[in-house]
């Protein structure tokens, strides 16, 4: 049993838990999507509240929250997830607002085989996500870097570092109803 994922775990049930963990390119602070308090208190860290990104152990888990996915996207995430894809696809409004963009949200399976157990201890496999970095600075590479920027803000660091080096920069697309692809910023993933 890896006791560290047990120990993020036992913090992100707090209302108001924030952990950090190896991400795209970077360190993320994460917490659960059905803990308000969380997300407020990651935007007051950060000092700006900025959409969030979700995060998921599967396809089936951004379910409940999207609009149909189009056979496009879906046919994007079987293919390239888990992995460094992150798609914009339309949701419904069950969604806070901190995790929206314009009637979007960004959704991502990561290719972390942690990061992947994680979710599936959490309940509905999601986590609402942003870069572990104040919006002036570059991104967290490393737990000493989320200590520096953050303190005792954070709850738990679930410490990779090699993780975060050995990770590639995501290729964002957004996916609209129709099921057009518009590459938002090109990464890891070559799309037609």
């Avoid at 190896?22 to 007051?44: K, Q, S, T, V, W």
């Avoid at 994007?76 to 009637?103: D, S």
Wanted: charged share 20%; with cysteine.
């Amino acid at each position: 049993m890896d006791f560290d994922l047990l120990n993020a775990l036992g913090h992100l049930e707090r209302t108001n838990g924030v952990v950090a963990m190896p991400g795209d390119g970077g360190y993320a602070l994460c917490c659960r999507i059905d803990h308000p308090e969380a997300m407020a208190r990651i935007g007051r860290m950060k000092g700006i509240q900025e959409p969030m990104l979700l995060l998921g152990r599967d396809i089936d888990a951004f379910r409940p929250y999207l609009k149909p996915v189009p056979l496009q996207a879906e046919a994007l995430m079987r293919q390239h997830w888990p992995g460094p894809l992150i798609l914009y696809l339309g949701k419904y409004k069950t969604l806070p607002e901190i995790i929206t963009t314009r009637g979007h949200v960004a959704v991502m399976q990561p290719s972390s085989p942690r990061i992947l157990d994680l979710l599936s201890l959490t309940p509905g496999g999601l986590l609402a996500a942003t870069g572990a970095s104040r919006n002036d600075e570059p991104p967290a590479k490393t737990a000493c870097d989320v200590f520096n920027t953050f303190g005792d803000d954070v709850d738990y660091v679930l410490g990779d570092d090699e993780a975060v080096r050995n990770t590639l920069l995501a290729t964002i697309a957004l996916v609209d109803t129709h099921g057009a692809v518009q590459v938002l910023r090109s990464g890891a993933i070559v799309l037609d």
